[in-house]
DNA sequence: GTTGGCAGATTTGAATGCAAAATGCAGGTA
DNA sequence: TACCTGCATTTTGCATTCAAATCTGCCAAC
């Protein structure tokens, strides 16, 4: 019970930023915090390293991984790719009980559009587009948009929208929910690709990548091929 | 330089099948094998969990993971999404020095297909593949990509090729050069997805699926997602 | 003959210990 | 003053140790 449960706890504090992107990762506090002696934690580290929150530089510690611009646009390129795969497969597979879930949250979402309620509109919008991924009843998928969506969650669901690209985004909500009822996998999987490419720009225009004080070369690592591995730096918030 | 090379010696002695799938996966030993000692190697146990290609049941050990054809099938589909997106990008990214060195292999490649040689075909194959990957220049889907063939390497690059499905797959390679030659993107990437289905119809259809029979309830585990989580057994080989 | 249960051995999961590397700092030198 | 050098401290990486859980084999009871 013990492993599982570090890994998690500390991608919660990683993912809610209580150790700041690029911030050191004390071993020894986070010991005494959670009350677990160095090696479970490490192996933690090493798994979340291999997801690409940690970034292990070989005897000098680990720190929590930053987001470069350009990191943001690959995670959300990916997340282009995921979806439209997801939106393609869940045409074939969704329920009529999965698509009425996912209309009620679209009902729901247009209504918080209309009240210019930011935050319960992205609570919404989440909904829908996990609920979309999970009609694709495919696991491999699901694990890799989550670790994919983790990284970008706080870009995704809390930049800002000028009124405008909102607009777009809902009208591409319904583009979406329409397909859908059609099940129309290659519209579907359209529509959701530039969705997200639209999100994508607004997210790296609003600012979330310009904070580029570029470290000199950490370390690589970051298993999971080259995620985070081609070494970056910078990024404060996210 | 320890944990790192632990991680690399071990997925390749999973992904060879030194270790059979299902196999359990004897610490001891392979701690004595590598020169190491259980430290560095359960961290690398539970890296490997993370990718999906370890097992880890609590207080039980951990195994080699097993495919099931829906395992298979899963692991497909994403990679038919991850090519996608990797064509789509590429067509807008790639050099000229890329493509041309795409074209050298494919010449080679059906050079191989007319004298019947499988194993050279499969490996300028594989190298036209990664070579897509690369030239979209996204080293999150690089790492994806990388994660993902990993586990279906042998099923794809092995399975043995009827000669009429053969056929078909070098048509689509000229087709998928053609793609690139023009940098149209939306072709490439439509044409890779239907490449991949057909890989895969062709994969289960040779049976790389077969042999299910279901162990009952190994723990789940495998962090990222439920890639293997959500806990299959069966498939001897692959 | 089979089943249930118990004691010993094995194996796992986590804590602690120890050597090597890195960091920080003081002092000396140009 | 700025920079280099050497030492003490801290931190890391791995090995070892220890407690808890699982597995094995044996015996007794049905």
Not at 40 to 66: D, H, T, W
Not at 214 to 224: D, I, N, T
Request: with cysteine; net charge neutral; hydrophobic share 40%.
């Amino acid at each position: 019970m013990l492993h599982e449960e570090v890994v998690g706890r500390l991608r919660t504090i990683l993912l809610d930023g209580e150790i700041p992107p690029g911030g050191r990762i004390p071993e020894r506090e986070l010991c005494a915090k959670l009350a677990i002696s160095r090696t479970p934690l490490r192996e933690a580290l090493k798994v979340l390293a291999a997801e690409g929150l940690v970034l292990l530089l070989p005897n000098r510690g680990s720190r929590a991984a930053k987001l470069t611009g350009k990191d943001l646009q690959d995670l959300f390129e990916v997340c282009q790719g995921l979806e439209a795969l997801a939106g393609d497969l869940a045409c074939e597979r969704i329920t009529d009980a999965e698509f009425a879930a996912i209309r009620t949250f679209h009902d729901e979402m247009v209504d918080h559009y209309r009240r210019g309620e930011l935050a319960p509109y992205y609570r919404c919008n989440r909904h829908i587009h996990e609920a979309i991924i999970n009609a694709a009843r495919n696991p491999v998928l699901t694990g890799l948009y989550e670790s994919v969506t983790a990284r970008i969650r706080r870009a995704r669901y809390v930049t800002p929208m000028p009124p405008p690209n909102w607009a777009v985004a809902v009208q591409e909500h319904e583009a979406i929910l329409n397909a859908l009822l059609r099940r129309d996998g290659t519209a579907l999987s359209h529509i959701l690709r530039t969705h997200l490419r639209h999100k994508k720009e607004e997210v790296i225009r609003a600012g979330f990548a310009e904070i580029e004080q570029q470290r000199p070369m950490e370390g690589r690592h970051g298993l999971f091929g080259g995620s985070v591995q081609a070494g970056y730096g910078s990024r404060a918030d996210i």
